[in-house]
């Protein structure tokens, strides 16, 4: 009953919470880009962008293989979509609630209409 | 007699959830509907193979919210407890919020408001739901926290898919 896919699915909340990492979601969804192709437009330098792609390797959204002395960084979209579902089932936990809670409102309304004079 | 009423979640800062639905009622049916314990049991519907055993609330600052589920192999198999903090009546509530096992493990911890606003006997509803950091904010949205609702979907599947 304990739900406990949350501990992946929290390195890619987690890997999602920064801009730049965002960022370089952004860029690698046009393709594979290396390493320094990802740091010059985010303005950081070749280390700091570099951790910002270790996280999102450590969430699995991004695949790096080396050729030469290129480290070629490429997007996985899988755990996005699960990230994504996992969203949509909160929300639908509470729409199932909500529409649970427009039926009882009609009735409601349909009780208390005889004693009041709302059309 | 069905106005838009699509639901709006968002997580406008690093700790919080919103979400927005609106209700064809007055904002005092929607107000009782919430927190009257008979009427709450209605939408709080309890996971498969679960049953509620406790559901006290008392919307009053430093009134109590209790409740309590058991399943075939715990009583209880978890709990909810809370207390109101601010009350402005139909407008405003808000109460803290700490979920549990039936062994006391602590799932998650929250603080929740509910605002209402009615216009032309319609009542929007928002609730801001504070988490105590990011990573619980985080976890509660992909684990859905809340298991029971997370079963209820289940079972509401099962139900349409039969």
Redesign the interface.
Known sequence: ???D??PR??L???AL?HPARRAIIRQLSGGERNLSELAAPLKMTFPAATKHVRVLEGARLVRRRVVGRQHLCRLDAAPLKE?TS??E??????????E???S???E??SE?QPRTR?P | MNPT?E?Q?STPT?TTIV?T?S???PSR??W???FTPD?MR????P?PGFTITTLECDPRVGGGLELAWKSEEADPAMTLRGVFTEVVLHERIVHTETMA?GTGQVIGSLVEKHEFVEQG?VTTMRITQTYAS??AR???????M??G?????KQ?DTVLTQ
């Open positions: 009953m304990v739900v896919r949350s699915l929290d890619v909340f987690h919470a990230a996992w969203t089932q909160f929300r639908k936990n509470w729409e199932v609630r909500f649970a809670l427009d009882l409102l009609d409601m309304k208390e709302r | 009423k639901m979640l690093d979400i639905r209700f064809d009622a049916l929607v009782a509907a919430m009427k209605r939408w709080m519907l996971p096992l006997g990011k990573e985080d976890g509660a949205i992909a684990s859905g809340d298991q609702m997370e079963a209820c979907y509401l």
